[in-house]
T-cell receptor, first 114, second 115 residues
């Protein structure tokens, strides 16, 4: 039974298109995150939600818009895709967003913008 | 701001060799420290963690000790296996309400173990 799942696993699209990535966790956690992993494997936080409220919003272009319909779901919508958006996007969750908690990661969504 | 620096990779070892991956950090507060592992084609999973100075995290034969005086959290394993081949990430999370558990990662170290 997958704890944190993401769809789709792969996404190939043209520049200028709009796309969404979905994330769901069945752990009962209150906090969810989006991370971006670039081609050199470097990981950086993008957003975090706690109980459907945005709590972390790093310096991310406003073409990226997260949405949390409920605390088990955190989706990422990207408008006007650019070549530089090509990356692997990971969703994660933790119990309450505390500094000592383990984060549980999804399998990632590999986005390729052509 | 906070940062994490890991030793450059890739690291290539023979099975049963000793592994050390160095990790040092810079933080404004008193963070929790983590090692996450990413196996090929998968997401990250927690390997071990430590939340205060001198704590030792351990799992699957891997160990790391939180050294506040040297701001380090080096990962070690006495005898690696082929199945340990993966990317290893050192990370920190700042203590305090405004961090919300945000992880700051090192650049990752690719480990390849040959039979």
């Amino acid at each position: 039974d997958t704890a944190v799942s993401q769809t789709p696993k792969y996404l190939v699209t043209q520049m200028g298109n709009d796309k969404s990535i979905k994330c769901e966790q069945n752990l009962g956690h209150d906090t969810m995150y989006w991370y971006k992993q670039d081609s050199k494997k470097f990981l950086k936080i993008m957003f975090s939600y706690n109980n459907k409220e945005l709590i972390i919003n790093e310096t991310v272009p406003n073409r990226f818009s997260p949405k949390s319909p409920d605390k088990a779901h955190l989706n990422l919508h990207i408008n006007s895709l650019e070549l530089g958006d090509s990356a692997v996007y990971f969703c994660a969750s933790s119990q309450g967003g505390l500094w000592q908690e383990t984060q549980y990661f999804g399998p990632g969504t590999r986005l390729l913008v052509l | 701001g906070d940062s994490v620096t890991q030793m450059e990779g890739p690291v290539t070892l023979s099975e049963e060799a000793f592994l050390t991956i160095n990790c040092t950090y810079t933080a404004t507060g008193y963070p929790s420290l983590f090692w996450y592992v990413q196996y090929p084609g998968e997401g990250l999973q927690l390997l071990l963690k430590a939340t205060k100075a001198d704590d030792k995290g351990s799992n699957k034969g891997f160990e790391a000790t939180y050294r506040k005086e040297t701001t380090s959290f080096h990962l070690e394993k006495g005898s690696v296996q082929v199945s340990d081949s993966a990317v290893y990430f050192c990370a920190l999370s700042e203590r305090g309400g405004t961090s919300y558990g945000k992880l700051t990662f090192g650049q990752g170290t690719i480990l390849t173990v040959h039979p």
